[in-house]
């Protein structure tokens, strides 16, 4: 199995608050990824980066902002956590253009 | 980013019966995989396959690069096929994968 650790697993919030989700990889892939996904929408990308401190936005990047300082960590930041942004959110990591291996999810709940 | 259709969206089948699943891409792809996502919401790589045929166990795939089109096969389905299958494809000119809607499959016994 790919190394990709995400955390928290589970969160609850309310409405307003920031929420910053964790992806650590120990594979040392250049690429990573943060998609979210929602009923009916199949796996949407939000943001990714393409080395450190290298990103980029997705299709669904408003409302949310990323950071990756080493190799091995690339942070998902809701500076303002909105109803909408409830989903489930999967980090995933590639070594450019190659297979894509997803992390086990991170379930948000914003009430 | 490219455009990717999946069908059927659901099906349903008895324990022991063959299927096969389809996904359309709008565009030339240079990687294409298929995933399964388990009853558990984990996303499980199945094949890796821009093009040609490769085959698992009881699953196999064929990846038509030409007329953008990829199959999943599915003989011999067992209760724990049941979940959601996802293809994806990334074309020359994206940067990650673009994911279809799945293809949402039961297996009853």
């Known amino acids: ?111 | 980013g490219i455009q990717v259709e999946q069908s059927p969206p659901d099906l349903i089948l008895q324990e022991g019966a063959n299927s096969t699943l389809r996904c359309n891409f709008s565009d030339s792809v240079n990687n294409l995989q298929w995933f399964h996502q388990n009853p558990w919401g984990q996303l499980i790589n199945l094949f890796y396959i821009p093009s040609g045929t490769k085959q698992n166990g009881r699953l196999s795939a064929t990846t038509v690069a030409t007329e953008r089109y990829s199959l999943l096969y599915i003989s011999s389905s067992q209760t724990t096929d049941s979940g959601v299958y996802f293809c994806a494809g990334l074309s020359n000119s994206g940067y990650a994968l673009n994911f279809g809607k799945g293809t949402s499959l039961l297996v009853t016994p």
């Open chain 1, 1 to 111: 199995d790919a190394g990709i650790t995400q955390s928290p697993r589970h969160k609850v919030t309310e409405t307003g608050t920031p929420v910053t989700l964790r992806c650590h990889q120990t594979e040392n892939h250049r690429y990573m990824y943060w998609y979210r996904q929602d009923p009916g929408h199949g796996l949407r990308l939000i943001h990714y980066s393409y080395g450190v401190k290298d990103t980029d936005k997705g299709e669904v990047s408003d409302g949310y902002s990323v950071s990756r300082s080493k190799t091995e960590d690339f942070l998902l930041t809701l500076e303002s956590a909105t109803s909408s942004q409830t989903s489930v959110y999967f980090c995933a990591i590639s070594q450019g253009g190659g297979e894509l291996f997803f992390g086990e999810g991170s379930r948000l709940t914003v009430l």
